[in-house]
Nanobody
Framework: VQLQAFGGGIVQPGGSLRLSCAVS????????IGWFRQPPGKGREAVSC????????TYADSLEGRFTISRDNTKNTVYLQMRSLKPEDTAVYYC???????????????WGQGTLVTVSS
Protein backbone atom coordinates (compact mmCIF):
# COMPACT_ATOMS: atom_id res chain seq x y z
CA VAL A 1 0.00 0.00 0.00
CA GLN A 2 1.24 3.45 -0.89
CA LEU A 3 -0.14 6.85 -0.04
CA GLN A 4 1.16 10.02 -1.62
CA ALA A 5 -0.02 13.34 -0.27
CA PHE A 6 0.52 16.53 -2.18
CA GLY A 7 -0.96 19.95 -2.76
CA GLY A 8 0.39 21.89 0.20
CA GLY A 9 1.69 25.39 -0.08
CA ILE A 10 1.46 28.93 1.22
CA VAL A 11 -1.94 30.58 1.33
CA GLN A 12 -3.27 33.78 2.85
CA PRO A 13 -5.79 33.73 5.69
CA GLY A 14 -9.26 33.24 4.30
CA GLY A 15 -7.96 31.41 1.27
CA SER A 16 -8.53 27.88 0.05
CA LEU A 17 -6.35 24.93 -0.77
CA ARG A 18 -7.01 21.37 -1.91
CA LEU A 19 -4.83 18.51 -0.78
CA SER A 20 -4.71 15.23 -2.65
CA CYS A 21 -3.86 11.74 -1.49
CA ALA A 22 -3.08 9.21 -4.21
CA VAL A 23 -3.88 5.72 -2.97
CA SER A 24 -2.56 2.46 -4.38
CA UNK A 25 -2.15 -1.15 -3.35
CA UNK A 26 -5.53 -1.99 -1.88
CA UNK A 27 -7.30 -4.99 -3.38
CA UNK A 28 -10.75 -4.22 -1.98
CA UNK A 29 -12.73 -1.34 -0.47
CA UNK A 30 -12.48 -2.35 3.19
CA UNK A 31 -10.42 0.60 4.32
CA UNK A 32 -10.65 4.23 5.26
CA ILE A 33 -8.51 7.21 4.28
CA GLY A 34 -7.87 9.83 6.89
CA TRP A 35 -6.16 13.17 7.11
CA PHE A 36 -4.09 14.12 10.13
CA ARG A 37 -2.08 17.24 10.72
CA GLN A 38 0.81 18.26 12.91
CA PRO A 39 1.11 21.95 13.72
CA PRO A 40 4.59 23.31 14.49
CA GLY A 41 5.71 22.16 17.92
CA LYS A 42 2.57 20.13 18.56
CA GLY A 43 1.38 16.57 18.22
CA ARG A 44 -0.55 15.04 15.38
CA GLU A 45 -4.31 15.47 15.37
CA ALA A 46 -7.11 13.99 13.36
CA VAL A 47 -8.69 16.22 10.74
CA SER A 48 -11.05 14.13 8.66
CA CYS A 49 -11.74 10.62 7.44
CA UNK A 50 -13.58 8.91 4.60
CA UNK A 51 -14.69 5.29 4.73
CA UNK A 52 -14.14 3.84 1.28
CA UNK A 53 -16.43 0.93 2.20
CA UNK A 54 -19.58 2.96 2.85
CA UNK A 55 -18.74 6.61 2.12
CA UNK A 56 -19.09 7.77 5.71
CA UNK A 57 -17.17 10.94 6.50
CA THR A 58 -15.99 12.38 9.79
CA TYR A 59 -14.50 15.72 10.70
CA ALA A 60 -12.81 17.28 13.70
CA ASP A 61 -15.24 19.55 15.54
CA SER A 62 -12.67 22.33 15.56
CA LEU A 63 -12.88 22.69 11.78
CA GLU A 64 -16.33 24.30 11.97
CA GLY A 65 -17.34 22.90 8.59
CA ARG A 66 -14.53 24.53 6.65
CA PHE A 67 -13.02 21.32 5.26
CA THR A 68 -14.53 18.72 2.96
CA ILE A 69 -13.19 15.25 2.24
CA SER A 70 -14.09 13.54 -1.01
CA ARG A 71 -12.98 10.82 -3.38
CA ASP A 72 -12.41 10.45 -7.10
CA ASN A 73 -12.93 6.76 -7.75
CA THR A 74 -11.45 6.89 -11.22
CA LYS A 75 -8.19 8.36 -10.00
CA ASN A 76 -7.93 6.48 -6.67
CA THR A 77 -7.46 9.83 -5.05
CA VAL A 78 -8.91 11.30 -1.88
CA TYR A 79 -9.10 15.06 -1.56
CA LEU A 80 -9.24 17.44 1.36
CA GLN A 81 -10.75 20.75 0.30
CA MET A 82 -9.86 23.43 2.83
CA ARG A 83 -11.65 26.78 2.88
CA SER A 84 -11.52 29.90 5.02
CA LEU A 85 -8.07 28.92 6.14
CA LYS A 86 -6.70 30.34 9.36
CA PRO A 87 -3.13 30.72 10.61
CA GLU A 88 -3.85 27.96 13.12
CA ASP A 89 -4.41 25.56 10.20
CA THR A 90 -0.69 25.79 9.50
CA ALA A 91 0.66 22.25 9.79
CA VAL A 92 2.14 19.31 8.01
CA TYR A 93 -0.81 17.33 6.66
CA TYR A 94 -0.64 13.55 6.34
CA CYS A 95 -3.00 11.12 4.69
CA UNK A 96 -3.40 7.75 6.34
CA UNK A 97 -5.10 4.43 5.78
CA UNK A 98 -6.76 2.18 8.30
CA UNK A 99 -9.37 -0.54 8.39
CA UNK A 100 -11.94 1.92 9.77
CA UNK A 101 -12.05 5.63 10.47
CA UNK A 102 -10.39 6.49 13.75
CA UNK A 103 -8.99 9.62 15.28
CA UNK A 104 -6.15 7.72 16.91
CA UNK A 105 -2.74 7.91 15.26
CA UNK A 106 -1.85 4.47 16.60
CA UNK A 107 -4.78 2.92 14.72
CA UNK A 108 -3.51 4.03 11.32
CA UNK A 109 -1.85 1.27 9.34
CA UNK A 110 -0.23 3.38 6.67
CA TRP A 111 1.01 6.95 6.46
CA GLY A 112 1.85 9.00 3.43
CA GLN A 113 4.58 11.58 3.45
CA GLY A 114 3.45 14.92 4.79
CA THR A 115 2.67 18.02 2.82
CA LEU A 116 3.17 21.41 4.43
CA VAL A 117 0.37 23.95 4.54
CA THR A 118 1.31 27.44 5.67
CA VAL A 119 -1.41 30.01 6.24
CA SER A 120 0.15 33.41 6.51
CA SER A 121 -0.22 36.92 5.20
Amino acid sequence: VQLQAFGGGIVQPGGSLRLSCAVSGFTDDDYAIGWFRQPPGKGREAVSCLSIADGTTTYADSLEGRFTISRDNTKNTVYLQMRSLKPEDTAVYYCTAAYQCSGHTSYQSYWGQGTLVTVSS
